[in-house]
């Protein structure tokens, strides 16, 4: 490469880079991508295309990615949400079908083959999940040809939770899974980007990108308050008051709440050592 990219972030490889970075990175071949629609309810993104490479992050239902290459089932792309690059199964991705009206506002919901909830459920999709309503039938939404989900479970697209640590209090007692962004499980970088969502908040995915990016830094010793993003390396939780700790975390191998304080010093004598940063969001402070 000619200058330093995040390759988390950055569609090239020695091989091959998207048209748009040619004079910037140095590749064998330069392609124009093809955007394409997460079709299934979660994919999983991993940095090689196995199924044993590591979980980097994970895909949900009308996302849209980038694809600049398709081998042997795996498709090699760049998420337009949150700019992560790696490989997806492609049997996830579909040409981009109508555009989104309306988004997922519960933790999960199910898809049906017709307006019953006496149905066989055909997917289970996600918190955020992007989808285009062709029709309210009484308490269902019709998705065109691709079944029913039950309206209320739905918001219009630009609809946003007011607080997005509410949302993340709904996760709590729900699985630790490192790259998870799901009620089946999640990180802690994952549960604060997956939160932030529901409140019309982009954030980037992981950990180091989150505390560079988000809001304000605050002095460390400062009076602790509802939102604040508490960031050590390599991990990241939220405060719900200012003596509560919220996060996704390997200790408990779930998304736990517990006081600051004791967090704090576990976490300084047992894993990530000590704070790095406090980041205030500015919409919750004003």
């Known amino acids: 490469m000619t200058a330093a990219f995040d390759k988390r972030l950055t569609p090239a490889r020695p091989d091959l880079a998207a048209a748009r970075l040619k004079g910037k990175v140095e590749a064998s071949l330069f392609v124009e991508g093809v955007r394409e629609e997460i079709v299934i309810e979660v994919a999983d993104l991993r940095n090689a295309p196995t199924l044993d490479a590591p979980l980097d992050t994970q895909a949900i239902r009308g996302e849209r990615f980038t694809v600049y290459e398709i081998e042997e089932g795996w498709a090699w792309g760049q998420l337009e949400r949150d700019s992560y690059v790696g490989f997806l199964p492609s049997a996830s991705l579909a040409p981009e079908r109508s555009a989104p009206t309306h988004r997922v506002a519960v933790l999960r919901t199910f898809l049906y083959p017709g307006p019953s909830m006496k149905l066989p459920v055909e997917q289970s999709l996600p918190l955020n999940s992007e989808l285009a309503v062709s029709e309210i039938r009484g308490d269902f939404a019709r998705l065109g040809e691709e079944g029913f989900v039950w309206a209320g479970h739905l918001r219009p697209l630009l609809s946003f939770a007011p607080d997005f640590v509410a949302v993340a209090e709904r996760f709590t007692g729900l699985p630790y899974l490192w790259g998870g962004k799901t009620a089946l499980g999640l990180d802690c970088s994952g549960l604060v980007q997956t939160s932030l ?17 988000l809001g304000e830094a605050i002095p460390l010793n400062s009076t602790l308050e509802r939102g604040d993003l508490i960031f050590w390396k390599g991990h990241v939780g ?3 008051d200012a003596q509560t700790l919220l996060h996704a975390n390997g200790f408990h191998m779930l998304v736990a709440s517990e006081p600051f304080d004791e967090a704090v010093a576990r976490i300084a004598s047992k894993s990530f050592g000590q704070i790095t940063s406090i980041r205030r969001l500015k919409s919750l402070s004003a």
């Not at 529901?198 to 980037?204: V, Y």
Request: no cysteine.
């Open 238 to 240: 939220i405060m719900r």
């Open 197 to 213: 969502a529901a409140a019309g908040i982009q954030a980037l995915r992981d950990t180091d990108m989150q505390e560079k990016s």
